[in-house]
């Protein structure tokens, strides 16, 4: 399974009642963005990412997701199950321009917004900045703003805290509004598959399987020492998650953890004069970034994806931030030298600056139990 959601990130606050909190997320929102300025893609399988043998997709359309396309599956793939898929390369530009222009809308009624990516937020409008009152509302207002004002759609998930609204923002796709009210939120967990949770991907799904859990009611019957036995760190985020327990607040400008770039290769490479002079490349995007951003970090993490899809990292944590391009590269080529000569083929290398500026972890909040109970009428 994938790492939990990180309470670290957002630390502990008093429980004073329950939060209004909605998670909106955009619908396919790179390939919408292409079908909007390319009228002539609407109502076609449409897909963004590379093309070629390597090409991995972006995202895509709905209408190529009813053949069986999705995110992150080889272009290949998709093409042999969407024959008349089309491809467009991605415009990151325009896609960044669009979630300005939205996330200037979740501002008008609310200070609290959480980006998770340039397509998705969560919003805290227990107090909102209209005086409205109801999130239910917020939602529907702002749904209807992002189509007048961007011709895209979104869909939105209402509920009284994190996990809950983003499962309820996927629940009624695309263009449609999902709301969990107080005291439904174990009910609506205990009727979902494990694998809706976020964290639990296809491998994590089979291993819980094969322990008899397959829905969040199956997974509510295992006490906390069972899931400590068999989960380990994960125990108790999934012991909360299947009562619908969720302690995260809507934290505003949300402090960027790394900053990086990466390349897939053409044909896979393993010539060390090769790898350098990819990394040089990398390195200048990487570099380039982090002075637009006046960003600083401590850690420099190489990594390397085989053929086979196995990753291969390398990194190293200076006492101070790095302090100069110089340095960086230093650093760079030593973590690459450090896997020299490879003893296999890779298909990708990627490289990132974390532990930046502001980034500190604060004690994730215990577990607890129950629902607390608030109007988001």
Request: charged share 25%; aromatic share 6%.
């Amino acid at each position: 399974m994938a790492p939990p959601p990180n309470d670290s990130d957002d630390g502990p606050e008093p429980v004073q009642g329950l939060r209004k909190v909605i998670h909106v997320d955009m619908d396919a929102f790179y390939a919408s963005v292409e079908q909007r300025d390319e009228p002539a893609l609407r109502g076609k399988p449409v897909a963004v990412g590379g093309d070629g043998p390597r090409g991995v997709l972006t995202t895509c359309s709905y209408e190529a997701r009813r053949f069986g396309c999705r995110s992150a599956m080889p272009s290949v793939t998709a093409r042999r199950l969407c024959p008349d898929l089309i491809f467009r390369r991605p415009r990151f530009d325009v896609y960044t321009a669009v979630s300005r222009q939205i996330r200037e809308i979740f501002l008008d009624y609310t200070p609290l917004v959480e980006p998770l990516s340039l397509d998705e937020a969560f919003l805290d409008v227990t107090e909102d900045s209209k005086g409205i009152g109801s999130a239910t509302r917020i939602a529907q207002l702002i749904r209807a703003r992002i189509k007048a004002e961007t011709g895209l759609t979104a869909s939105a998930g209402v509920s009284y805290n994190k996990f809950l609204a983003k499962l309820a923002s996927d629940q009624n796709k695309p263009d449609g509004t999902c709301v969990i009210r107080p005291g439904e939120g174990a009910r609506f967990v205990a009727g979902l598959p494990v694998r809706r949770f976020f964290g639990i991907g296809p491998r994590g799904a089979e291993k819980m399987a094969a322990l008899g859990i397959e829905t969040g009611a199956d997974l509510a019957a295992k006490d906390i020492d069972f899931l400590r036995q068999h989960f380990g760190s994960q125990a108790d985020y999934l012991y909360r998650a299947a009562r619908g327990i969720d302690l995260r607040r809507v934290k505003a400008n949300r402090p960027r953890k790394s900053l990086g770039a990466e390349r897939t290769f053409a044909r896979d490479i393993s010539s060390g004069t090769e790898l350098r002079a990819t990394l040089e490349k990398i390195i200048a995007i990487t570099w380039d970034r982090l002075e637009r951003s006046a960003a600083q970090g401590r850690t420099v993490t190489l990594k390397l994806k085989h053929a086979d899809f196995s990753n291969l990292t390398r990194a190293r944590s200076t006492a101070q931030p790095v302090a100069s391009r110089a340095e960086f590269v230093a650093i760079a080529h030593a973590l690459l030298d450090e896997v020299l000569p490879l003893a296999q083929p890779i298909r990708l290398m990627g490289l990132t600056l974390s532990q930046l500026d502001g980034d500190e972890d604060a004690p994730a909040p215990p577990p607890v139990g129950g629902d607390a109970q608030l109007s988001l009428l």
